[in-house]
């Protein structure tokens, strides 16, 4: 089993998102340890990067301020491996193709594992191409995360039967971003998924509060939540590790 596999045995999995070194790379690490003490599930670390397709202005910004912090893949391989000394629960990086093609594919999943990273998500990589990478992580031993989008109907069945670790389903089309309601059929959806595979879902973009992380656990095995989360790093800066622990408490309650 995987480790990724470990944060849904139990419970509802919760997933928070983080962009690292917003708004510098210690606050990152105090954030993701708040995360983590206040029972997060599994961290999604977001590594930054000029041109985040899937994202929407909160987490785009993220990356711009990261960025101007000086935040480079190398220095957050360097914190994910100061994480490791005392936290256990799955890490999963959320970056794009470029960002491993230009550092080099090998070199990347080789720092990933050195690191303590237990897989990738890759939103800019369709299924049809996911043969650039996925034979190097399964080689490496990382799980890269497959993504399920409302408009995918067609190609549920074989996104879901090369599922690794979890599948990714986004809740709403568009990019990330605080949504007030979500209205896509997401039971269906799921229900679709688990017909090809035993591989957990977790629901992701749009989640923000309590009551909808409750509601889209309820349909699946998870609820991912970014945008929410980086909104309060955006207001509260370098103050924001607590803060955020205590919204992620909030979110964990909920999903018990």
């Known amino acids: 089993m995987s480790n990724i596999r470990k944060a849904f045995e139990n419970d509802k999995a919760f997933i928070p998102f983080i962009t690292c070194g917003d708004p510098d790379l210690g606050t990152t690490g105090e954030i993701v340890r708040e995360m983590a003490k206040n029972g997060a599930s599994l961290i999604e670390l977001g590594i930054p990067f000029s041109d985040p397709t899937a994202e929407g202005p909160v987490i785009q910004d993220a990356n711009i301020r990261a960025l101007s912090a000086g935040t480079t893949t190398d220095k957050v391989f360097e914190l994910v491996k100061e994480l490791r000394k005392d936290i256990t629960i799955p890490l999963v990086f959320m970056t794009y193709a470029n960002v491993v093609f230009s550092y080099g594919t090998e070199k990347f999943l080789d720092n990933c594992v050195s690191a303590g990273i237990d897989g990738i998500i890759l939103p800019d990589v369709p299924f049809e191409e996911k043969a650039d ?94 945008s929410a989360i980086v909104k309060l790093i955006a207001k509260h800066g370098k103050d924001a590790a607590p803060v955020v622990g205590e919204y992620v408490r909030s979110m964990t309650a909920a999903l018990e």
């Open 133 to 226: 990478f996925a034979p190097a992580c399964k080689a490496h031993g990382i799980d890269l995360i497959s993504m399920i989008a409302p408009t995918s109907e067609q190609r549920i069945e074989m996104i879901a039967k090369e599922a690794e670790g979890f599948v990714y389903i986004v809740s709403s089309l568009g990019v990330t971003g605080v949504r007030s309601e979500i209205k896509t059929d997401i039971a269906s959806i799921t229900a679709a998924v688990r017909k090809y595979t035993d591989t957990p879902c977790a629901i992701g973009f749009g989640i923000s509060t309590p009551e909808q992380a409750a509601k889209m656990a309820a349909l699946s095995d998870g609820a991912i939540v970014g």
